[in-house]
């Protein structure tokens, strides 16, 4: 994939005037990313990777200028590239990589704030960037990404677009309690696609509904299972109902609703909680409470990485639009890993060490 990646990099026309300009757009470009796949993320850190592995970078890119960019270079590339440019990038990528067009999957839809975009502290409405994430649970690849401030447009209109302009089918869309709404479920089925959505709370008269029900109503299957993994102690009961009797004008195109009971303990702590779900789609209390616990895979293997091994919140990069770019650098950085097999990032760039070279030579790196 990163191949493929820099052959696209090379077709993005440079916004610089040609006067000065010592090297060309897809070479820094390229040589940012390759910091990224080795844990260097900050622009900082970007330039002591250039002076770290000069010799390999120009020989490997065949730098004919025999220097590498500057820091002001790199800076100036991320400030002045525009952000259509690498969407545009990663949606191509993603086109030629994700092989589940048109089988089943299912999508795990989230949101994630930028907390280093934070602004407008003293008032009410804060406003930030908001970056929506599409997960493949059968690939582990990101396959849409979004971007947008919250005071501009909010994350439940930006999945709506989202899915009415995809071009998927045969998926189920796992989301969580704030898209149970009618236009959110509506548009998933016009799409030709299904959903499985915790229900809010706040839903009075859907949540009281499925609680009524589960009561009086025997379930079509039940599935127990237990976790006992990060200090937790929980055992879960999955029961699947049939959906006949909820009647709800906003959501006729329901088939099952689901109740998940969650007992144990967290710690030292007890712990009890009861959720709810509606679902276009009818299956066993095995497969939803496996899809249930899949779709957090997005927390663990997408944001907390960002988190984490690419300290997004913790970047000290302000200014949003650029905070937005390297959000979605790092998002093609999750999709090289796991196009090489690696679900986890931590193992990936253990294996690459300081050997970043290794993913160019996967699939036969032509400088020229």
Not at 240 to 252: G, I, L, T
Not at 332 to 349: A, E, M, P, T, W
Not at 351 to 368: C, Q, R, T
């Amino acid at each position: 994939m990163l191949n493929s990646l820099i052959e696209k990099l090379k077709e993005v026309k440079d916004f610089r005037k040609s006067q000065g300009r010592r090297h060309e757009l897809w070479v820094v470009l390229t040589i940012i990313i390759l910091a990224l796949l080795t844990g260097n993320v900050s622009y900082k850190q970007i330039t002591s990777f250039c002076k770290a592995e000069e010799e390999k970078l120009i020989e490997m890119l065949s730098i004919t200028s025999k220097t590498l960019p500057s820091y002001s270079t790199i800076r100036r590339v991320m400030l002045g590239i525009n952000i259509i440019d690498i969407q545009s990038i990663l949606t191509s990528i993603i086109n030629n990589y994700y092989s589940q067009k048109s089988q089943e999957d299912w999508i795990a839809i989230d949101g994630k704030s930028l907390k280093n975009t934070l602004t407008d502290y003293e008032e009410k409405s804060q406003n930030m960037l908001n970056v929506v994430s599409w997960f493949s649970q059968e690939t582990k690849l990101i396959i849409k990404v979004e971007i947008q401030e919250n005071k501009k447009k909010s994350e439940i209109a930006v999945v709506l677009s989202m899915i009415e302009n995809c071009d998927l089918s045969n998926k189920v869309f796992t989301l969580d309690a704030l898209h149970c709404n009618k236009e959110i479920t509506k548009t998933i089925i016009e799409s030709k696609n299904d959903y499985l959505i915790t229900v809010k709370r706040n839903q009075i008269k859907l949540h009281n509904r499925l609680k009524e029900l589960a009561q009086i109503t025997k379930p079509l299957t039940v599935y127990d299972s237990r976790d006992k993994s990060h200090g937790r102690d929980v055992i879960r009961k999955t029961s699947v109902f049939d959906s006949q009797e909820v009647r709800h004008k906003n959501y006729p195109h329901i088939k099952s609703f689901i109740k998940v009971e969650r007992m144990g303990f967290r710690g030292d702590k007890e712990y009890s909680q009861t959720l709810y779900y509606i679902s276009s789609k009818k299956l066993t209390a095995e497969i939803f409470a496996q899809k249930i616990q899949e779709h957090w895979l997005i927390e663990n293997q997408v944001h907390w990485v960002k988190d984490v091994i690419f300290n997004e919140d913790k970047s000290r990069i302000k200014n949003k639009e650029v905070a937005g770019k390297f959000s979605l650098l790092v998002t093609l950085i999750l999709n090289v890993y796991r196009s090489c097999g690696f679900i986890s990032i931590k193992d990936g760039q253990s294996w690459l060490g300081k050997n970043w070279e290794k993913m160019l030579l996967v699939d036969g790196f032509d400088g020229s």
